[in-house]
């Protein structure tokens, strides 16, 4: 069902990534990455349920 559901939030080919992978790349805390997707400085979407994000590797990709 998640993966459905992903396809339907972006192009099959991208690759989504966490907030913990995202905070990785952009060397940044978890609760910055989030802070940012809440003030929608990063383009994100919610999973079903509301508690977790999910941001496009080509979204962080513009910004590194």
């Known amino acids: 069902v ?3 559901y992903t396809c339907t939030l972006y192009a099959m080919s ?4 966490t907030v913990r992978e995202v905070a990785e790349r ?3 805390s978890e609760y910055t990455v ?3 997707c809440r ?3 990063i383009r994100a979407k919610k999973l079903p349920g509301g508690s977790e994000w999910r941001i496009s ?3 962080i990709d513009k910004l590194t």
């Open 57 to 59: 590797s080509a979204e």
């Open 2 to 4: 998640l993966y459905i």
């Open 39 to 41: 003030a929608q400085k």
């Open 14 to 17: 991208e690759e989504l990534l």
């Open 34 to 36: 989030r802070k940012l």
């Open 26 to 28: 952009l060397k940044i």
